[in-house]
């Protein structure tokens, strides 16, 4: 071809009108919020020079009420590439464009993306900054979301999906990241919520800001729905890729194998202070993690959200697992209702992609009172021993102190499918704690007793002796061993090893009826 | 010029800045090759790790140091046993940061926190009374020795979340105080 | 020598410095395992570790005098040596002692008793003709009262709890309008805190230096002083780096300050370690303040300058030895400093920092003795107090001992706690300080700033932040993720896996 021929011309003439979309005021109405583009941020996440865009030329449709702005792409921006060395795929959705609002054509966009990172078993990730539906399209742009929510179910637990909320996310378009894997937020300057300020005030007559009513803060602390959030658009980015290393790209493979330092014989004699004598006192599980785990490193999901529980991402020799950890520091570590929901969707997500799970265990039981009962504790405790029952990724449990009640039977105990049981020397598993089983079975002798409070407590010493300790669980082959705590690493290593190729056959059926 | 930094590792290269808690910025460039450079010098440091302790070397100068708490892009460093608070911004999320902070008005309220675990021996101050920055406001027993707990702020007792013999733990909240 | 077991009613840094003399002297040492500390240094230190009888009660273990002579009964030891703090000073356990037969280091319960009470204390000072600071001998009862005595004795005055100790119930009134008002807050104050409203007054010294003698007594009735140290470098009344000898006192004030300490001693058959406490005013004028009947704290100075082993000498006494030495036999040499290290944060005003040691490295050279009670692993917890270690060099001279302090501080590495460190080089880099210009407003006055930095201290914290940050993020990146391990999966794992979708 004629290089100054008017064919190639028109071809470059073209690239140059869709570059300068993207012009300097474009861009500097993005910065001016503290936001990056629809670009920049898809330069940050992919490794350079791997991101290859598709559906650029894409156009809007026609409308028949109000105006629309012709443009290429419509509003977002389409492709795949490599993050840190693995294919993936991308939306990223243009504010700086008809608002970034879901027309037709931007939704199947999204939709292509979304089918062939399905077809090719690759991670997807969805950067949403949007005004939300195309009010022009009417009711074409709601079959848009549509099209995607299907997209996102049927993707689910196929290939991880990710949603970045990095603008506004209201109405419809909150569903499409509810329904996937994990959520991140940015704080301030990302939103999510269904019905937005302006209509709880005229309905309700409520004064919320956007802040208050969906921001990042509050969807990392009470809402639960944002499983991280971090101070600016670039860690976030980061967040993503350092999420994504510890997941397979799609549900038949494993994750990504990461050669440590840190042996795996490696005897840690101060995880024999960790837990306190008293066993009033409380401790931060999360010294006992970092102890364990390849060179103390985790990746904590839904930090801020139902602390009494930890959920997290890390490493043992190398090999990816989802730790879930009661944390004595918050409600004394026991389960709620937000704890079982918290910790049920992560065992789902890791049973999905193949991801071994490693419970720490030290539960008094669960929250007693009113508010939970009435609020379904018990759905929502059954919730969690559903999601444990079912996975059939290798399970395996060590008990640091307390594990009363049902509570014990819930995290994941042999009986309910546990592949490997421990327990510390400290574990204490009963039907329920010294002082109430003591104040039941002998409330007789105490009353008539000269000293109660002296024989109270040689009573509850008898029980700690006698009942509460590991060893008649261990005894029964409840427990596969009682294990010394500084060769908790080890235990857990030689334990995954064997249970590399478990494989468990499970009944046909369509699929269970999980209490949701 | 120095000569080049002796690194263990390889960085990620990039413009960085240090911010400290009161606003100072302290601008770094790391190259390719992972040499820092400083104002337009390349520093030559050096990082040792020895018998469990981390030094830095710089010049003359070796002082042990220690990240002691790190909050995604937090840190606090302990250098000599003094206690330095940064925030790791690139340029992009530094002129974030002071956009954001011009547009939101800062929060009307502080809370005053307990530094440390204890139990709440005196409480010096009255809800609706004004307190100046520096007043000790309660009284902690902790270790055997009664803290003095100080406002940070100037303003209004807004609420008083304890009372004469309560315990707490590090970081519950003690009082509000509107600015 | 009689004493042949030794138990230990202490912990931490004061244990271990009784079992190494114990050790050095042949004497088995026993010391106590409490719940708190199931950890400690000291209890590998000692020849026998002895467990805490379960509690029912809420005394603390170091307390329970009760328990603590039925520890030493039933495991037949020979002594009990209290340390300092806890029971050092209780009257009614070294009578205990002696009523069960056991040998107490340290004096009789009498000289214990009334040198305990101030009141009493002041009262013989003033009968042998040592210097008091005028005013009230008993405690007064209205402010009326304490007018009349200060209009006496001249403004200012202060006004302190005559039960209590450190500054509560302490008030310094400048002029007799604020009589009436600092009189109710002081007696209110002593009230609350020590149940004992009572008050007394005297005399208030301005920016006065605290030295104090140490001397020994034996039960022979032969008592000698070791020459003084200098302890004005206090925080709100604790005492952070201590000296000797002082900067102020010459050869014939040191004769004298140290026959008055003699002196007083003797009014009480005093035998065993003591020291007299003594404020001393900007025209060397001194007054008695007070007297501790125990080993304390601060007694390595005294060593490191003597050459002298005091509790070797503590516990030769109670075995009814005579002194080792006669009074013209005492030599002072050189000059000691010690600085104690806590574990607070310096820079929010001295706070308790709570935490774990994650490694510690100790300087040790010839002038340079670290008395401590930790190692790695320690837990500082809120049950006992932040005092960690204590840092003593000896030098020639002043200037010898302040730059030996420096470089022992630089080289004093402490992973996982913030100690006070920054705060003894603040200290011992101060210009006022270096010229011995000490007073007990030391502190508030002299010391600009709280805590010692090395200039570019800001910018290698930044830097180090930078790297360590720039590693991290490294560290995370392609290079490192093994993909094909993920994607290798046995033909087993595979067919399974496929099967059960």
């Not at chain 1, 931007?106 to 939300?132: F, N, R």
């Amino acid at each position: 071809m004629d290089k100054n021929g008017k064919v190639f011309k028109k071809f470059t003439d073209r690239k140059e009108l869709y570059k300068q979309q993207f012009s300097k005021e474009n861009i500097e109405k993005q910065h001016s919020k503290g936001k990056l583009t629809a670009r920049e941020r898809i330069d940050l996440l992919f490794d350079s020079g791997t991101f290859e865009e598709i559906d650029s030329f894409v156009t809007s449709s026609d409308v028949k009420f109000g105006k629309t702005s012709k443009s290429y792409g419509d509003g977002v921006i389409t492709g795949y590439g490599k993050i840190s060395g693995r294919l993936a795929f991308v939306f990223s959705q243009d504010f700086t464009i008809m608002g970034g609002s879901l027309g037709t054509k931007h939704s199947s966009k999204i939709v292509k993306i979304q089918e062939m990172a399905l077809k090719m078993g690759a991670p997807m990730i969805g950067l949403i900054d949007s005004g939300g539906a195309r009010i022009q399209e009417g009711v074409a742009s709601l079959a848009g979301y549509a099209l995607i929510f299907s997209r996102n179910v049927r993707a689910s637990g196929v290939i991880p999906q990710i949603s970045v909320i990095l603008g506004p996310a209201a109405g419809g378009a909150v569903y499409s990241p509810a329904l996937t894997d994990f959520v991140f937020m940015t704080a301030k300057t990302s939103y999510m919520f269904v019905t937005g300020p302006d209509v709880v005030r005229e309905v309700l007559n409520q004064e919320v800001t956007f802040e208050d009513l969906g921001g990042a803060s509050v969807h990392s602390k009470k809402s639960g729905v944002a499983d991280f959030v971090f101070e600016d658009e670039e860690n976030t980015l980061l967040g993503v890729k350092r999420l994504l290393s510890y997941f397979p790209s799609n549900n038949l493979e494993n994750a990504p194998y990461v050669e440590t330092d840190d042996s795996a014989d490696r005897i840690e004699e101060r995880l024999r202070d960790v837990v306190p004598d008293d066993p009033n006192k409380s401790y931060d599980i999360k010294e006992v993690i970092k102890l364990i785990v390849d060179n103390g490193k985790f990746f904590e999901v839904s930090e801020n959200y139902s602390q009494n529980i930890v959920i997290c991402f890390a490493r043992l020799n190398g090999h990816s697992i989802g730790i879930i950890a009661n944390q004595p520091k918050f409600l004394a570590g026991t389960l709620d209702i937000n704890s079982s929901r918290k910790a049920a969707r992560f065992i789902r997500f890791c049973d999905a992609f193949n991801i071994p799970i490693v419970t720490l265990e030290d539960v008094p039981g669960f929250l007693p009172g009113i508010d939970q009962e009435h609020n379904g504790i018990i759905t929502n405790g059954a919730k969690l021993l559903y999601a444990y029952a079912d996975a059939t990724v290798p399970k395996i449990t060590v008990i640091l102190r307390k594990a009363y009640g049902g509570a014990f039977c819930v995290m994941n105990c042999r009986h309910l499918g546990g592949d490997f049981n421990f327990a510390w020397p400290t574990a204490e598993i009963a039907v329920m704690g010294p002082d109430g089983a003591v104040a039941i079975l002998y409330k007789k002798e105490i009353a008539e007793s000269k000293d109660p409070v002296k024989l109270k407590k040689e009573l509850v010493q008898k029980y700690r002796d006698e009942i509460a300790n590991p060893y008649i669980a261990e005894e029964r082959g409840y427990l596969d061993e009682v294990i010394d705590p500084a060769y908790t690493r080890i235990k857990l290593i030689r334990s995954l090893a064997a249970l590399e190729n478990k494989h468990v056959n499970t009944p046909q059926r369509k699929h269970g009826n999980v209490p949701l | 010029m120095a000569k080049k930094k002796e690194t263990q590792n390889d960085l990620v290269s990039g413009k960085y800045i240090a911010l400290t808690n009161k606003g100072k910025k302290y601008e770094f460039y790391i190259s390719e090759d992972s040499a820092i450079t400083y104002k337009n010098k390349i520093l030559s440091i050096s990082i040792d790790e020895s018998e469990g302790f981390t030094f830095i070397e710089f010049g003359k100068n070796k002082y042990p140091v220690e990240i002691i708490d790190r909050n995604q892009n937090k840190y606090e460093v302990l250098i000599n046993n003094v206690s330095y608070n940064f925030t790791v911004e690139t340029p992009f999320s530094f002129k974030r940061k002071q956009l954001l902070t011009s547009q939101q008005p800062s929060s009307k309220t502080e809370n005053i926190v307990a530094p440390l675990p204890g139990k709440i021996l005196e409480i010096m101050a009255e809800e609706g009374v004004s307190v100046l920055e520096g007043d000790a406001v309660l009284i902690l027993e902790a270790m055997k020795m009664q803290n003095e707990i100080t406002s940070h702020v100037s303003g209004k007792v807004k609420k008083i979340f304890v009372k004469c013999g309560d315990t707490v733990m590090k970081d519950d909240p003690l009082m509000e105080i509107e600015k | 020598m009689s004493i042949k077991s030794l138990l230990i009613a202490n912990r931490g840094e004061i244990a271990i410095r009784i079992i190494s003399t114990a050790k050095k002297m042949g004497i088995k040492s026993y010391v106590i395992k409490t719940t708190k500390e199931p950890n400690e240094t000291y209890l590998q230190m000692a020849d026998e570790v002895i467990e805490f009888p379960a509690k029912h009660d809420e005394i603390p273990e170091f307390l329970d005098i009760e328990s603590i002579i039925l520890i030493a009964k039933k495991h037949k030891i020979n002594a009990i040596h209290p340390g300092y703090g806890f029971l050092a000073e209780n009257p009614y356990f070294a009578k205990r002692c002696e009523e069960q037969g056991i040998i107490f280091i340290g004096p009789s319960p009498d000289a214990i008793y009334k040198m305990g009470n101030k009141t009493i204390a002041k009262q013989i000072a003033g009968k042998h003709n040592i210097p008091l600071l005028k005013g009230s001998v008993e405690s007064i009862k209205s402010f009326t009262e304490a007018e009349r005595i200060a209009e006496k004795i001249g403004y200012p005055v202060i006004l302190k709890a005559a039960a209590g100790v450190g500054g509560r119930g302490m008030r310094i009134v400048e002029k007799s309008s604020e009589m009436a008002k600092l009189f109710k807050l002081a007696t209110s104050e002593a009230q609350k805190a020590f149940n004992d409203s009572s008050v007394f007054i005297e005399k208030y010294v301005r920016n006065p230096r605290h030295i104090e003698f140490q001397i020994f007594g034996d039960k022979h009735g032969n008592v000698i002083h070791l020459g003084e140290r200098e302890c004005s470098i206090q925080r709100k009344h604790q005492k952070l780096l201590e000296e000797a000898p002082s900067v102020a006192i010459d050869d014939t004030l040191r004769k004298k300050m140290g026959e008055e300490a003699v002196k007083i001693a003797k009014a009480v058959n005093y035998y065993s370690a003591g020291t007299v406490e003594f404020l001393l005013d900007s025209e060397k004028k001194y007054f008695f303040m007070e007297m501790n009947t125990r080993i304390q704290v601060e007694h390595p100075v005294t060593e490191m300058v003597t050459g002298l082993d005091l509790i070797e000498w503590q516990i030769r006494i109670a075995n009814g030895e005579k002194l080792p030495l006669k009074q013209n036999e005492v030599k002072i040499n050189g000059w000691s400093i010690e600085c104690r290290i806590n574990a607070e944060d310096v820079q929010s005003n001295f706070s308790p920092f709570l935490g774990t040691i994650k490694n510690i490295s100790i300087p040790r050279s010839k002038n340079v003795r670290i008395d401590t009670g930790i190692r790695e692993g320690t837990e500082i917890t809120p049950y006992f107090d932040s005092m960690i270690a204590k840092l003593i060099v000896h030098g020639e001279n002043r200037e010898l001992a302040i730059e030996t302090a420096l470089n022992a501080l630089q080289k004093f590495k402490i992973k996982g706690i913030k100690t006070t460190i920054p705060f003894c080089k603040a200290v011992l880099n101060n210009k006022a300080f270096r010229l011995g210009k000490l007073n007990t407003s030391f502190i508030e006055n002299e010391l600009k700033e709280l805590y010692f930095q090395e200039p570019d201290e800001e910018l290698m914290a930044a830097l180090f932040v930078i790297y360590s940050h720039a590693k991290e993020l490294k560290s995370e990146t392609a290079a490192v993720l093994n993909y094909d391990k993920g994607k290798h999966l046995t033909p087993w794992v595979l067919n399974k896996r496929i099967k059960s979708l």
